[in-house]
Every structure is written in C-alpha cells, then in structure tokens.
C-alpha cells in the first residue's frame, strides 16, 4: 500500500490575525496614555485658568525661570516662575505666584495667592491680607500672616505664627511644625 503526502495548500497566501494577547497589550498602552495625556491637560487647564483669573483682573505679569525681585512691588503683581521666586523687599500691593518655591520676605500690605509646590513666608516677613493656596506641597510661615490661610497643601508649618498681629516678632518661638 502506498501512501501519498498531502501538501498543504498555499498557507503564505492566509494572513494571520493579531492574537489576543497583542490586542491587550495594545488596549493598554491605550488606556494607560490616555491617563497620562488626561492628567496632563489637568494640570495644564489647572494653570492656566488660574494665570486667566489673575492676568483678567489687571494684574501685571512678571515671568523667568528665576525671579529675584530686590524691589518693593508696588502694583497687583501676577508672577511666573518655573523654578524660584524671592521677594526680597515686599509689597504694598496683592500678589499671584506660580512657581516650584517662593519666598515671601518684608511686609506684604495684600493679600497672597499661590499656585506651586513650596511657600515659605520667611522669619521676619509680615502678610497683612490673606494667603489663598490653589495647590502646594509645603507651606511654611516663620513669619506673620494677618490674615486667614486657606486653599490645599499637602504640610502647613507654622513655625511662627501671631494671627492679626501688628508688627511681626523679632524671635522665633516654637520650633515644632502643625500639621
């Protein structure tokens, strides 16, 4: 008896489709940019509706990578600092802050709103107005606030702090942060 071998018919002709497995992975690397993009724009919708609500209210923007402002700040001032802001000599006016870290120093007759990661109202500095947080990491007062703080912070220090005080302290008193 003889056999014959069956050949197989043109297989190269036969596209294969993607399996399963290809298909996951290609759905989550869907899903997982779009989580990503979505918290990006965020972040992005988040600043800039705030840069919108300072800049529409006559505001004066002031923007660098680091801002180092020696002078008093004399008009509503809306600042945009990638890294680092220091305001060496205060404000007889309100200030906006967008930045990585901020450094409040001298007397500030306005009030404060601030956009970033760390705030540190330095020993020494004194705030009349409020300060109104939009989002940070850290927020440390070493000198006076006259008025309330609010807004969202991840750790509030408050290493020195006389609410409604006239004229800040010249010694720094407790040394323990509140949380």
Known sequence: MTTTEQTPKHQDSQRSKPGKGCL??????????????????????????????????????????NLNITEPVLVNTYFYARETLILESGA?????????????????????????????????AFVEGTIDVSMAR??????????EITGTWTRLYELHQEQGAEEPASTNDADSPTE
């Open 138 to 147: 850290n927020v440390v007062i070493r000198g006076v606030v006259g008025g």
């Open 24 to 65: 996951l992975l290609a759905s989550l690397v869907l899903i997982g940019s779009s989580v990503v993009l979505y918290g990006f724009w965020q972040i992005w919708a988040t600043v800039s509706n705030y840069e919108d609500r300072y800049l529409d209210a006559g505001y004066v923007l002031q923007e660098g990578t």
């Open 92 to 124: 007889d006016a309100s200030l906006a802050i967008t930045a990585h870290e901020a450094f409040i120093k001298g007397r500030v007759t306005g009030d404060i709103a601030f956009l970033g990661g760390d705030l540190e109202i330095s020993e020494g």
